[in-house]
């Protein structure tokens, strides 16, 4: 995603919880269009100070991404086997986080453009159309992110701001790499 963006031109203010090789080497090849920032999605003084730094850079946004995401319950345990304390730390990262990131990033973002917040949320989050039967941490807070969506559309909405849940279909990232991993263990142990 962060080539695509980079290669139609864009200029891009990343943060990211840990050193990536691979955001690296787009800083390399792409100079002064990529900056990249430490911070978690689940720590507000850590995102606070992140935008902070950001604000220091630029005076304006004109979009901002919420992507990070954490899926805890990938064996789909059932109801009497589920590990609640996954519960808090799922929330804090899918619906809770990036709530943070527009608290912080609001003001530059009023003085953007294309005034736009996408949230990445997942078909997990709908309640209409749910088919899932366990996964409870994970699905639950991604209909708590759509809320936030909601909410953050009625409330920015005077001010020109759109805001987006999108469910963006399977993608490679850690949490997609895991969970093929683990789909995978368990097609071949039913075999």
Known sequence: MTESLLVLGHHIHAINRRENQALFQLQKKYPGCLRLYPGEVSDEGSIRQALEKIAGQTNSLDIILNNAAVNQ????????QVDFSIYIPTYQVNAIGPLMVVKYALPMLRKGSK????????????????????????????AALNMASRILQNAL???????????????????????HRFHRLKAARRL
């Open 157 to 179: 909405k005077e001010e020109g701001i759109k805001v987006l849940a999108l469910h963006p279909g399977w993608f490679r990232s850690d949490m997609a790499a895991k969970m």
């Open 73 to 80: 319950e990938r064996n789909g345990p059932s109801l009497g």
């Open 115 to 142: 005034k736009l917040i996408v949230n990445f949320s997942s078909e997990a989050g709908s309640i209409g159309a749910c088919g899932r039967s366990s996964e409870y941490s994970y699905c639950m807070s991604k």
